[in-house]
């Protein structure tokens, strides 16, 4: 069992930055889990935004925040990161932080990480309110 609660979140205006952090806590190591942020307005369906395998060796990202947004990890500190830059009003959303136990050297590791059934554990969300 592992627990994540995600903070960070807030209201900014566009062009501006904020720093998710996703802390985990759990009986399986974190280290064991590949790490990914997704995204949710009421009535739409779960939305990939960018994901970290184990080891912090690989990245991907949805197209729509490439170069905008980087995800990083702190393996000794059991969290990940989402850094957002340069936001936009579509950024807006509740964003939630996903475990996923999948191995990191399946050959399909970049599609099955975008889709939000492959993901074991979530947190709460926070929310993202980007103001034009």
């Known amino acids: 069992q592992v627990q994540l609660v995600e903070s960070g979140g807030g209201l900014v205006q566009a062009g501006g930055s904020l720093r998710l952090s996703c802390a985990t806590s759990g009986r399986t190591s974190f280290s064991s889990y590949n790490m990914a942020w997704f995204r949710q307005d009421p009535g739409k369906e779960r939305e990939f935004v960018a994901a970290?395998?184990?080891?912090?060796?690989?990245?991907y990202y949805e197209d729509s925040v490439k170069g905008r947004f980087t995800i990083s990890r702190d393996n000794a500190k059991n969290t990940v990161y989402l850094q957002m830059n340069s936001l936009k009003p579509e950024d807006t959303a509740a964003y939630y932080c996903?475990?996923?136990?999948?191995?990191?050297?399946?050959?399909?590791?970049?599609?099955?990480?975008?889709?939000?059934?492959?993901?074991?554990?979530w947190g709460q969300g926070t929310r993202v309110t980007v103001s034009s």
């Open positions: 996903g475990a996923s136990g999948l191995s990191s050297g399946n050959h399909a590791i970049s599609a099955m990480l975008r889709n939000f059934m492959q993901y074991d554990y």
């Open positions: 970290i395998i184990t080891t912090g060796g690989s990245t």
